[in-house]
T-cell receptor, first 109, second 114 residues
Framework: GQNIDQPTEMTATEGAIVQINCTYQ??????LFWYQQHAGEAPTFLSY??LDGLEEKGRFSSFLSRSKGYSYLLLKELQMKDSASYLC??????????WGAGTKLIIKP | GAGVSQSPSNKVTEKGKDVELRCDPI?????LYWYRQSLGQGLEFLIY????????KSGLPSDRFSAERTGGSVSTLTIQRTQQEDSAVYLC????????????FGPGTRLTVL
């Protein structure tokens, strides 16, 4: 079967750093995506990893280890507007993605 | 440029009625996806359209669900004889169909079946 796991909820403090983990088991692998979804809004694209290693984009970084079936999203200098759900998704075919249930991130002042 | 749009944003219906949900993808995007998002669960794939190819309907949960894409652009998801378990947010996404092929999502339609 195919499976993606990520924590249901995390809490962090404004200005701090948080790491959201994602583990996956899929029949194929053609890249891993992270999306951000604010409550009641559409998911928006954050990052894409297809090779092992770290991709940095401003305050956000994403890491991938294909051999371990593992990724994380690192958010630095947290701001209140970062309060949202973060969705991990793996493209397991040419076009199909399997999605995690999302990690709700709560930022406290 | 305009993003993906969906209508209606909210739909409340009675059990047993039919509903139609509309999606307008980003202009020029050849790929279009429908997903269902229920509380506490990952996005559930429903159907995929790519250009003039036959759609991938493998995610449709029952024969009460169907979708069309006219002229390679607008898509309509139809749910017949709605049931309470159909209550969810229905999201549409489009992509260029090439390269990174990032999916861009519409705001969704929140369907409530009473």
């Amino acid at each position: 079967g195919q499976n993606i796991d990520q924590p249901t909820e995390m809490t962090a403090t404004e200005g701090a750093i948080v790491q959201i983990n994602c583990t996956y088991q899929t029949s194929g692998f053609n890249g891993l995506f992270w999306y951000q979804q604010h409550a009641g809004e559409a998911p928006t694209f954050l990052s894409y990893n297809v090779l092992d290693g770290l991709e940095e984009k401003g305050r956000f970084s994403s890491f991938l280890s294909r051999s371990k079936g593992y990724s994380y999203l690192l958010l630095k200098e947290l701001q209140m507007k970062d309060s949202a759900s973060y969705l991990c998704a793996v493209r397991w075919s040419n076009y199909q993605l399997i999605w995690g249930a999302g990690t709700k991130l709560i930022i406290k002042p | 440029g305009a993003g993906v749009s969906q209508s209606p944003s909210n739909k409340v219906t009675e059990k047993g009625k039919d509903v139609e949900l509309r999606c307008d993808p980003i202009s020029g995007h050849t790929a279009l996806y429908w997903y269902r998002q229920s509380l506490g669960q990952g996005l559930e794939f429903l159907i995929y359209f790519q250009g003039n190819s036959a759609p991938d309907k493998s995610g449709l949960p029952s024969d009460r669900f169907s979708a069309e894409r006219t002229g390679g652009s607008v898509s309509t998801l139809t749910i017949q004889r709605t049931q309470q378990e159909d209550s969810a947010v229905y999201l549409c996404a489009s992509s260029s169909g090439e390269g990174l092929d990032t999916q861009y999502f519409g705001p969704g339609t929140r369907l409530t079946v009473l």
